[in-house]
């Protein structure tokens, strides 16, 4: 099973990882109202072996993650994991991949690939 969640942006490549890039506490809550907590817990910014903690509230229900980027292509895909192995079984990675719409419009899919049964679908 694939779990996929897309959002629509007027902005560049650039000004979608310098979000990332400069995430803090303001940035994080002010995006979007479910989005409750974010610090950076190792490392800062987009960099393979950053972690960060973040809460979150998605369908009724209050997440709490600790992840690690593992994978930063500039301008195109940023991906991060649980840093906890038994949470990995059920959540190997979320992520994001930038698509242009058109010249001034992106979209940004968040793509979460689940295990079932011990095997990635």
């Known amino acids: 099973m694939i779990l996929r969640d897309t959002i ?3 902005a560049s490549p650039p000004d979608v990882f310098a979000f ?4 803090d506490t303001v940035r ?3 995006r979007h109202p479910d989005h409750k907590v974010f610090r950076w817990t190792r490392g800062r910014g987009l960099k393979v ?13 209050l997440l709490k ?3 690690v980027f593992t994978r930063i292509d500039e301008g195109a895909h940023i991906e991060f994991a649980p840093t ?3 949470m990995r079984l059920f959540l190997p990675r979320l992520i994001f991949r930038l698509e242009k719409i058109t010249e001034q ?4 899919p968040a793509v979460a690939p689940r295990v079932a049964g ?3 679908r």
């Open 49 to 61: 072996g950053n972690e960060f903690y973040f809460e979150e509230v998605i369908a009724g229900k």
């Open 118 to 120: 011990g095997r990635q």
């Open 8 to 10: 629509e942006l007027d």
């Open 84 to 86: 906890f192995w038994l």
């Open 65 to 67: 993650k600790n992840v």
């Open 28 to 30: 994080y809550l002010g």
């Open 105 to 108: 419009r992106y979209s940004l």
């Open 20 to 23: 990332f890039e400069n995430m």
